[in-house]
Every structure is written in C-alpha cells, then in structure tokens.
C-alpha cells in the first residue's frame, strides 16, 4: 500500500499542477489549437477528464471482480471528446477537477488484493490493477505538455521520468518502422534498442537529458538537447504507442 499511496499522491501534485495552469486559460484560449493535430485545449482537457472516469472504471471493475469496461467504445469514447470540447473554460476547469476527485476515491477504496486483478484497457492486453496508476500519471503529465500553454517536458518530475523513460522506450523496441538507434539518457548507463533488431549494434548513438529523452521519444520535444553520436541529424520517430 506504501506504492499505491506513493503514486496517489504523484497524481494528486501532477493534477494540481495542471489545473493551476488550465486555470489561467480563458474561453477564447480553450479553443485555441492543442499541440495535438486536430484538437483544441478544450479536447485535451476533456480527454484527460475522461480518461479519470475509464480507468475509474477499470478500478470498479478490481475492486468488484465484475467486468466494467473502460469506455464502452472507441466511438463513444471520441463522441464524449468531440461533445465536451467546446464547452467555458470554468467548466472544463471543473470537470478536470471532479473527474480527479472521483479517481482518487475510487482508488482510495481499493483493498490491498483488488490491486492484483487483472484488468484491461480499449486496446492492448490484459495488465494488473496497480498499473491503472502508472496509466494516470502519464496522461496527466504528457498532456499537460500538449496543452501548450507553457508545461514542457524539462517541467516533468525527475521520478516521473526516471519511471516512464524505460516502458515508453521499451515500447519502440523491435518496431520495423522505427529508424534502428540506441538512446541512452545522461546519468544512466542503460541503453535502449529503438526499432528493428539487428545482427549488429545499430549505428546511431542518441544521448542526452533524460527529460529531453523522453519528451523525444513521446513525441513531445524537438530533440534540441539531444547529441547524436555519428554527427548526423536527429532520426525521426514514428508515433509513441
């Protein structure tokens, strides 16, 4: 329990950092383009809103033993987006901030065994309760950044990406349409396979920051902080998934 109240708490301050600046945003800027292609802050901020109720749901489900999926679509889950997008920054404000509330009670109730049942998401396979925590952290704080409005990866916790860098690096392991590289971030010695396997070490060597690393590999940094060992450009990566 010392893990889950641990990471409720990484969740609470990640959240009030968010609000603190969705609350300096006004109607006209909620509707000002994200750093997302095709959605305003105002669908980042309801994303984020219900994404607390579907991984709530995945709580329920723990805590219950009775299945509850986390949205009941891929296409209700865009319609919610796509409906609350638009609304006052005042009440996007509040539903980010009820929508956290609600969270963190759901999982306040969870008892030590319910964090072990298995659970799963709209896509991808079946994962124990605990990591719907890890899953929180992460959409809160990435998409902070994709709010543009001022967070940027070098804001990002220390903790916070010494724990995301290995799973979302990890993630571009073996992927054919990732540019064969290693990346290592300064201060650590591990060293991260980014696409295909090969025979032979890859050639090109990234090294830097390790905010800037990740911010790098998630898509949501230029990579400006980053050396490349050969001398030559920075590769351009796929989407994170």
Request: net charge negative.
């Given at each position: 329990m010392d893990e889950v109240n641990n990471?409720?708490?990484?969740i609470a301050a990640?959240?009030?950092?968010?609000?603190?600046?969705?609350s300096t945003l006004t109607d006209a800027q909620m509707r000002e383009p994200s750093s997302l292609p095709g959605w305003t802050r105002g669908h980042v901020l309801t994303h984020i809103a219900r994404n607390a109720d579907g991984l709530g749901n995945?709580?329920?489900?723990?805590?219950t033993g009775t299945e509850i999926?986390?949205?009941a679509s891929a296409d209700v889950r865009e319609a919610d987006i796509e409906a609350g997008a638009g609304r006052s920054a005042a009440d996007l404000v509040a539903d980010i901030r009820v929508s956290?509330?609600?969270?963190?009670?759901?999982?306040?109730?969870?008892?030590?065994?319910?964090?072990t049942v298995s659970v799963r998401a709209l896509n991808g396979p079946?994962?124990?309760?605990?990591?719907?925590?890890?899953?929180?952290?992460s959409e809160v704080e990435i998409h902070h950044v994709d709010l543009a409005a001022g967070c940027s990866p070098g804001d990002w916790p220390a903790d916070?990406?010494?724990n995301t860098l290995p799973r979302v690096a990890d993630s571009f392991t073996g992927r054919l349409d990732a540019p064969p590289c290693q990346v290592q971030a300064a201060g650590s010695p591990a060293l991260y396979l980014i696409g295909p396997e090969q025979d032979e070490p890859p050639?090109?060597?990234?090294?830097?920051?390790?905010?800037?690393?990740?911010?790098?590999?998630?898509?949501?940094?230029?990579?400006?902080?980053l050396t490349v060992g050969s001398g030559d450009a920075l590769p351009e990566l796929p989407p994170w998934r």
């Amino acid at each position: 329990m010392d893990e889950v109240n641990n990471s409720l708490a990484r969740i609470a301050a990640a959240t009030d950092r968010l609000l603190a600046t969705a609350s300096t945003l006004t109607d006209a800027q909620m509707r000002e383009p994200s750093s997302l292609p095709g959605w305003t802050r105002g669908h980042v901020l309801t994303h984020i809103a219900r994404n607390a109720d579907g991984l709530g749901n995945l709580l329920g489900w723990a805590r219950t033993g009775t299945e509850i999926p986390m949205y009941a679509s891929a296409d209700v889950r865009e319609a919610d987006i796509e409906a609350g997008a638009g609304r006052s920054a005042a009440d996007l404000v509040a539903d980010i901030r009820v929508s956290a509330t609600v969270f963190a009670a759901e999982a306040s109730s969870l008892s030590g065994g319910a964090w072990t049942v298995s659970v799963r998401a709209l896509n991808g396979p079946p994962f124990p309760a605990l990591g719907v925590l890890d899953r929180r952290l992460s959409e809160v704080e990435i998409h902070h950044v994709d709010l543009a409005a001022g967070c940027s990866p070098g804001d990002w916790p220390a903790d916070f990406v010494a724990n995301t860098l290995p799973r979302v690096a990890d993630s571009f392991t073996g992927r054919l349409d990732a540019p064969p590289c290693q990346v290592q971030a300064a201060g650590s010695p591990a060293l991260y396979l980014i696409g295909p396997e090969q025979d032979e070490p890859p050639r090109v060597i990234i090294h830097g920051p390790p905010a800037e690393v990740l911010g790098w590999l998630t898509g949501r940094g230029n990579g400006n902080g980053l050396t490349v060992g050969s001398g030559d450009a920075l590769p351009e990566l796929p989407p994170w998934r």
